[in-house]
């Protein structure tokens, strides 16, 4: 399997997760807001600090982005491109956020696709700081209660990275079962998840947001990326019974460090996480 070397030693365990009770609900992105504020708003309306968003579409401007790129230096395994701010209003076409907490203030983590004004595709990691809200929109979330994603200084790739971290329950009301997990890097995304439920005891889970980066890819469709460094955003995914035991299926979006996109369903058992993968496990059974 394809690997990266990373920059610092690797972490023991290689699955950072915590269980938690999660709800699933909708809410407005309101117009002229930051969109770390809205997300917020969101969550905070329904009892919750944090968790993450599922979005199929939405208008943000001013709009700030960065992607994939190399590292000029041997701090990291690879890094981020310069600032790019698409003039007028982009529109999104699928994204995940995870909503957490960095330095005691809310975050998001954003990978997503989108068209800009003119008609131009593109893909990336929205800024928080830089981008607002052009036009309300609704979003399907998922929130976490007794755990919350909080950006840390990760020693393995150099980067201050989201993880799950136990929370004090707020008493937001849920009504499932739910684990928050971040993914390490150079192990198989799907067969990672299949591992970690086995281990649970879960037969059936369905994957919200998520957010990360994969070594390439290699997609069912027989579609082939070579550039190593991804931002990925799943579209949907989940954890089933299958003909070779438990099989996660992986629909997801991404842009590589050239600037090229791809969707689809990756191939389970070759496609290893880069630098990170977060996301949450709704448990169904």
Same mark, same amino acid.
């Given at each position: 399997?394809?690997?990266?070397?990373?920059?610092?030693?690797?972490?023991?365990?290689?699955?950072?997760?915590?269980?938690?009770?999660?709800?699933?609900?909708?809410?407005?992105?309101?117009?002229?807001?930051?969109?770390?504020?809205?997300?917020?708003?969101?969550?905070?309306?329904?009892?919750?600090?944090?968790?993450?968003?599922?979005?199929?579409?939405?208008?943000?401007?001013?709009?700030?982005?960065?992607?994939?790129?190399?590292?000029?230096?041997?701090?990291?395994?690879?890094?981020?491109?310069?600032? $790019?701010?698409?003039?007028?209003?982009?529109?999104?076409?699928?994204?995940?956020?995870?909503?957490?907490?960095?330095?005691?203030?809310?975050?998001?983590?954003?990978?997503?696709?989108?068209?800009?004004?003119?008609?131009?595709?593109?893909?990336?990691?929205?800024?928080?700081?830089?981008?607002?809200?052009?036009?309300?929109?609704?979003?399907?979330?998922?929130?976490?209660?007794?755990?919350?994603?909080?950006?840390?200084?990760?020693?393995?790739?150099?980067?201050?990275?989201?993880?799950?971290?136990?929370?004090?329950?707020?008493?937001?009301?849920?009504?499932?079962?739910?684990?928050?997990?971040?993914?390490?890097?150079?192990?198989?995304?799907?067969?990672?998840?299949?591992?970690?439920?086995?281990?649970?005891?879960?037969?059936?889970?369905?994957?919200?947001?998520?957010?990360?980066?994969?070594?390439?890819?290699?997609?069912?469709?027989?579609?082939?990326?070579?550039?190593?460094?991804?931002?990925?955003?799943?579209?949907?995914?989940?954890?089933?019974?299958?003909?070779?035991?438990?099989?996660?299926?992986?629909?997801?979006?991404?842009?590589? $460090?050239?600037?090229?996109?791809?969707?689809?369903?990756?191939?389970?058992?070759?496609?290893?996480?880069?630098?990170?993968?977060?996301?949450?496990?709704?448990?169904?059974?």
């Amino acid at each position: 399997m394809r690997s990266i070397t990373q920059p610092g030693v690797p972490v023991s365990d290689r699955i950072q997760w915590v269980e938690a009770r999660g709800r699933a609900f909708s809410f407005t992105m309101e117009q002229g807001l930051p969109l770390l504020e809205a997300a917020h708003r969101g969550f905070a309306a329904h009892g919750f600090a944090g968790g993450v968003l599922d979005i199929r579409g939405g208008a943000l401007g001013p709009f700030a982005y960065v992607m994939p790129a190399l590292s000029k230096t041997p701090d990291h395994a690879a890094f981020y491109s310069e600032t $790019y701010r698409p003039a007028g209003v982009t529109h999104l076409t699928t994204a995940t956020m995870t909503l957490g907490v960095r330095d005691g203030a809310p975050f998001f983590h954003c990978h997503a696709l989108w068209t800009e004004e003119g008609g131009r595709n593109g893909g990336g990691h929205i800024l928080p700081e830089e981008t607002i809200v052009a036009e309300s929109f609704d979003v399907e979330a998922f929130g976490l209660d007794g755990a919350i994603f909080a950006a840390e200084p990760d020693p393995e790739t150099g980067f201050k990275l989201f993880g799950p971290v136990a929370a004090a329950p707020r008493a937001a009301r849920t009504d499932r079962r739910a684990f928050a997990l971040r993914l390490r890097p150079n192990q198989d995304f799907a067969g990672c998840l299949e591992d970690f439920c086995h281990a649970q005891g879960i037969s059936s889970a369905r994957i919200r947001g998520g957010v990360g980066s994969t070594i390439g890819a290699r997609f069912e469709s027989g579609v082939v990326v070579e550039p190593f460094a991804t931002e990925l955003t799943i579209a949907a995914g989940a954890i089933a019974p299958g003909g070779d035991g438990l099989e996660a299926t992986l629909d997801v979006a991404l842009v590589d $460090y050239t600037g090229a996109l791809a969707q689809g369903r990756l191939v389970r058992g070759d496609n290893p996480v880069l630098m990170t993968m977060e996301l949450v496990l709704e448990v169904a059974a």
